[in-house]
């Protein structure tokens, strides 16, 4: 009775190992999913002490990226009529054929007490994978100071390689002639680009 419970224990390990190799080609016939890129969506804003000094506040719809320039609040209480009636959107980074990658900005104040009124939209990157959080500036583009409704800062800059890479945009907006706040987004695209 002994020897035919060591029999078993001997056998136990070799029916599991067969069975593991029937079952292996089978998974390794099939395709692994590829990977999903990881992305996160949303925006930050922080805003300046001039601005802060000067009753205004820099802030970003959640949902959509776009920013305005508002009134501060006071006691938490957010004003139901604008100060300022400027706002901005990002243009994400994207590829333009196989070695330009495209990205900026643009701001609308729709009134003359806005201006001058200017954006400066840094792109940065860094590595692709998902610990890779610090991040380097890679350029820039500077609408330059606007009298007038709209300010752009739209271009593109040349890729040297196909290394994947994780872009995000960092904008610094003016209105009234002063530095309001900056805008993050933390939309990361990973891109076939490296600078």
């Known amino acids: 009775m002994q020897r035919l419970s060591l029999v078993r224990l001997a056998v136990a390990p070799i029916m599991v190992a067969a069975v593991l190799l029937v079952a292996s080609p089978a998974q390794a016939a099939a395709p692994d999913p590829a990977p999903a890129e990881p992305t996160s969506t949303a925006w930050t804003a922080t805003t300046s002490d001039a601005a802060a ?16 320039i508002q009134q501060a609040t006071e006691s938490g209480i957010t004003p139901t009529y604008p100060v300022s009636y400027c706002y901005g959107n990002f243009t994400n980074p994207r590829m333009l054929g196989s070695s330009t990658l495209e990205f900026g900005g643009a701001q609308t104040c729709d009134y003359a007490r806005d201006w001058p009124h200017r954006i400066v939209v840094e792109l940065q990157s860094t590595c692709s994978d998902i610990w890779c959080v610090i991040f ?46 900056n805008v993050l987004s933390t939309t990361e695209p990973i891109l076939r680009c490296s600078m």
């Open 53 to 68: 000094k000067a009753g205004l506040a820099l802030a970003v719809d959640k949902d959509t990226g776009q920013w305005r």
């Open 136 to 181: 380097q500036d890679e350029g820039s583009i500077d609408s330059q100071w606007r009298t007038a409704r709209v300010a752009n800062a739209f271009g593109g800059l040349g890729c040297e390689n196909s290394d994947r890479r994780k872009y995000r945009l960092s904008t610094d907006v003016y209105a009234r002639g002063i530095y309001i706040g």
